[in-house]
């Protein structure tokens, strides 16, 4: 049967490597890609779903933030969307009798692979650990009422509503993530971590700091109209496929692009567009120079950079300076102390690669910038985003047609969710305008991050974790020491579509919430709802399913929001919770008087493709810092400095995955097919090392605390990383990252600069 989910668990330790070699993405992997859909939804299923993908009357898809244009594409998704997509729309179900067959234990030995491959969840599930003494610890169901009687009970326990966390993932709507933040706060917490605290964190906290605003700055017609586009950091191929097409239009406009990246990738060398004949065929060619640096020299280089401009005569965008910025006395002094041999060290990269690099600057009048994760996730990521911005407000490059600032938001309502009030650390001005609608009084601490929740669950000072979506044991550093610190909890709820490794490992109490996915008709007493989502560039739009639920004991995430904070709260809270679980445009109409951007949100978002948020820098280069104007920094210049014998590991996703979802074995573009556990070294530095092509080794991450951390028995793949640098899949190389390595100001975990020493399997 097409529907059939695998029985066994695949291993995943004996991939099969092929020599790498940089194949063009975008390769028509359309018949692979529509088999893996069949198999999950069948042919029929396939076409209505796949076809409202990103479609104005259609779904957003639950994959990355990248925004669409207003003219569509019939088949408007990339090969992992269509994955993603199939997953959720699959007709394979995880009912009572799967959790009868496996108890958790069974559970806790499967792969995250194995775990996704199931099928969608059909109803609620309540775990409780020794209730039955000398029996194994189960799922069992229960009804929605005691589940949320469960969650009232361990609620109401708490000595203070700070022991209480409320994760969300970034995929939850704007909409059940404004009801998720208001019931926090009406509960009393700004806990409220989410998956940001991973990411972006470092893109919000230097943005804020240096335009006023923690998102890019610019739209998709900037990026088809700029002169220059450097991608740093970032492997569009297989984390933003569908931005490939929009550098391939800037290219065919005229467009130059620098890739800066330890490792070559697929998409930035080659992009062979599924979506015309032509780039079928031939493909374009998109980097122009691709700079091979090594992991965390992105500061230095771009100080040098800067440096360079500066002392290049009438380079500067003097006028802009003097009207628009703030500090550039401060950055000029600290960049004359740029040395191009520390530079050079720093970056791997020789002296000719940095001048042609800043030719190409020069030549630019309209220069953006794109990052993701391989900037943000180091020690230094805060400050080296700075120096990313001190580089565009020396040219005038921000509130500029076709240049300014993008950084490439990972999953597809991450930043909505944001922009709803789900972060720990809210603005006094929004809680304000929360309080006042509301008739609350939110409180007024920080509230726990990421990194500070699992710290707290680890101490004690947390008891209680409710994670709206995502795999928060997947997705978070030191593996071991998370899921240790997670045991310790009196209670975990998942709000889920599909198993992950969160669903493992558990609380004293564990409930799974089952709820409606993206692809899923959402109909309350109203009539039919649909949801909204950001996407990446400041656009706000509807999304709608359109595909019976996979259960009718399936709930949305408003509604489980809505019904929890009212067994919690109970009859003393004047929030119109039942209101908003009957008509989602309730909702809307409160986060309009809450939200600024979004006033009259109900009339904007009926417009098909919906509307652009304002955005001050972007639209009329007013930049709401504390100075009044965009800030120069001049941070000291750091880089890792790595013992002899040990390389710097990175942790990346392979082409078959999305964030910890894994959809396959294999990483196409890499050449690498079967399995996950590979470590990507260069044959030089192997060779220094005694390691062999397909020979097995444990990684061994070395911290200042001395703790040792072991990922066992990852093979060998000789390949082009920069010298000295190494690279490996993440989740489970997250065991390796130390809780408390992490970036200055942001807090984001150093999952990109890991010092590792290899050892014998």
């Avoid at 240790?484 to 799974?512: D, E, F, M, P």
Wanted: net charge neutral; with cysteine.
């Amino acid at each position: 049967m097409a529907t059939k989910p695998p029985t066994g668990d695949p291993v995943q330790d004996s991939p099969q490597v092929t020599p790498p070699k940089q194949a063009a993405a975008g390769l028509p992997a359309i018949g692979h890609t529509l088999r893996i859909a069949h198999q999950q939804m069948g042919m029929a299923r396939t076409a209505r779903t796949l076809l409202k993908v990103n479609q104005k009357d259609g779904f957003d898809c639950p994959g990355c933030a990248w925004p669409e244009g207003d003219k569509r594409h019939t088949a408007e998704f990339c090969e992992n969307g269509a994955k993603a997509v199939a997953e959720e729309a699959t007709l394979r179900r995880v009912t009572p009798a799967f959790f009868a067959a496996h108890p958790l234990a069974d559970l806790a030995t499967r792969s995250g692979y194995w775990l996704g491959q199931q099928g969608r969840i059909t109803e609620p599930m309540l775990l409780e650990r020794g209730a039955t003494p000398g029996d194994e610890d189960r799922y069992v169901p229960v009804s929605w009422e005691k589940a949320f009687e469960v969650i009232a009970e361990e609620l109401t326990a708490l000595d203070s509503p700070d022991e209480a966390l409320f994760y969300t993932s970034g995929r939850t709507s704007n909409e059940a993530a404004f009801l998720f933040q208001l019931f926090a706060r009406e509960f009393g917490t700004n806990n409220l971590p989410d998956c940001s605290n991973m990411c972006h964190e470092s893109s919000g906290s230097a943005l804020t700091e240096t335009i006023g605003i923690g998102k890019g700055s610019v739209s998709l017609e900037d990026l088809h109209r700029a002169d220059l586009i450097i991608v740093a950091g970032q492997n569009p191929g297989t984390n933003h496929p569908r931005m490939l097409s929009a550098l391939e239009k800037a290219k065919t406009a005229g467009a130059r692009i620098i890739s800066v990246n330890p490792l070559p990738e697929a998409g930035t060398e080659r992009f062979k567009n599924p979506q015309t004949p032509i780039g079928m065929f031939r493909g374009t060619a998109l980097t122009d120079l691709f700079l091979q640096i090594r992991i965390g020299g992105d500061q230095a280089l771009f100080r040098l950079l800067n440096k360079l401009v500066i002392e290049t005569g009438g380079a500067t965008d003097e006028a802009f300076i003097r009207e628009h910025t703030h500090g550039y006395e401060d950055l000029a002094a600290a960049a004359e102390d740029a040395d191009w041999d520390e530079t050079l060290t720093a970056t791997g990269l020789t002296r000719p690669e940095i001048e042609q690099a800043l030719a190409m600057i020069l030549a630019s009048e309209r220069t953006i910038v794109c990052w993701a994760m391989g900037l943000t996730q180091h020690k230094h990521s805060v400050a080296t985003i700075r120096e990313v911005v001190n580089l565009l407000l020396l040219r005038g490059n921000i509130g500029r047609p076709g240049a300014g600032v993008c950084p490439v938001r990972g999953h597809s309502n991450v930043q909505g969710d944001r922009t709803m009030g789900i972060f720990e650390r809210p603005a006094p001005a929004f809680l304000d305008a929360l309080d006042r609608e509301f008739g609350i009084t939110s409180p007024r601490g920080h509230g726990f991050d990421v990194v500070r929740s699992i710290q707290a669950l680890r101490d004690g000072r947390a008891k209680v974790l409710f994670a709206m979506g995502g795999n928060f044991v997947g997705a978070t550093p030191d593996t071991e020491v998370t899921e240790a610190a997670i045991r310790r909890a009196a209670l975990t709820v998942h709000v889920s579509t599909k198993l992950n490794r969160s669903h493992a490992v558990t609380g004293r109490r564990a409930l799974i919430l089952p709820t409606l996915g993206r692809t899923d008709k959402d109909v309350q007493q109203s009539g039919k709802q649909f949801v909204t989502v950001e996407d990446s560039m400041g656009m706000v739009h509807a999304s709608r399913g359109n595909l019976a639920p996979a259960s009718p004991h399936l709930l949305s995430e408003p509604a489980i929001v809505a019904r929890m904070a009212r067994a919690v709260l109970g009859p003393a809270s004047a929030t119109p919770w039942e209101e908003f679980e009957r008509d989602y445009a309730s909702i809307r109409e409160r986060i309009s008087r809450v939200v600024p951007g979004f006033e009259d949100f109900n009339a904007k978002v009926a417009r098909p493709g919906g509307f652009q948020l304002p955005h001050a820098p972007r639209d009329e280069r007013r930049f709401p810092t504390k100075t009044g104007k965009a800030n120069f920094t001049a941070a000291p210049v750091e880089y890792p400095r790595v013992p002899a014998g040990r390389l710097l590991l990175q942790t990346l996703r392979s082409h078959d995955q999305y964030n910890t979802t894994i959809y396959g074995l294999d990483d196409r573009y890499r050449g690498i097919t079967g399995g996950r556990r590979v470590v990507m070294v260069n044959p030089a530095d192997a060779a220094e090392l005694g390691l062999a092509d397909d020979s097995y080794t444990d990684l061994v991450s070395e911290w200042k605390d001395g703790v040792e951390r072991r990922a066992p028995g990852f093979r060998v793949v000789h390949y082009p990383t920069a010298r000295g640098c190494a690279a490996a899949y993440y989740p489970e190389t997250n065991v390796l990252v130390p809780l408390d390595s992490t970036a200055d100001v942001s807090n984001t975990p150093a999952s990109k600069s890991v010092v590792v020493r290899f050892e014998p399997a």
